[in-house]
Nanobody
C-alpha cells in the first residue's frame, strides 16, 4: 500500500508563488512516474504535470507551462510542484499521483495511487 501526503497549499494573491510537496511511503518511489492533478469545485479533474522516474523528463499542461515546475528527490521519496505567477484560475485542490505501470509520460490520465490533496486558493 502506497501512501501519498501532499502539503504546502494555502492562500496567495495573484502573481504569488507556492511550493507543494508530496511525500510517499514505501521503497519503490523511484520506479513511479509522478504526477500532479487539480480539481476545482464543479469542475473535472485536470492533469497538471508529470515527471519521469529519474526526473529527466517532464510534461506540462498548456495552462501551466512556463509557470509551474515539477521536480523530485528520490532520496527523500518526495515530489514537488513549484508554482509561480499564480492566477485565480489556478485555484483548486491539488493532489499527486503515482503511475507504476508506464515508462513514458504520454498516458497523462493514468495512475495507480493518489493522495488526498492540498488546497490552493489564489485571490485576485
Amino acid at each position: 500500500q502506497v501512501q501519498l501526503v501532499e502539503s504546502g497549499g494555502g492562500l496567495v494573491q495573484a502573481g504569488g508563488s507556492l511550493r507543494l510537496s508530496c511525500a510517499a511511503s514505501g521503497r519503490t518511489f523511484s520506479t513511479y512516474i509522478m504526477k500532479w492533478f487539480r480539481q476545482a469545485p464543479g469542475k473535472e479533474r485536470e492533469f497538471v504535470t508529470a515527471i519521469s522516474r529519474s526526473g529527466g523528463t517532464t510534461d506540462y499542461a498548456d495552462s501551466v507551462r512556463g509557470r509551474f515546475t515539477i521536480s523530485r528527490d528520490n532520496a527523500k521519496n518526495t515530489v514537488y510542484l513549484q508554482m509561480n505567477n499564480l492566477k485565480p484560475e489556478d485555484t483548486a485542490l491539488y493532489y499527486c499521483a503515482a503511475d507504476s505501470t508506464h515508462w513514458a509520460l504520454n498516458r497523462r490520465d493514468e495512475y495507480d495511487y493518489w493522495g488526498q490533496g492540498t488546497q490552493v486558493t489564489v485571490s485576485s
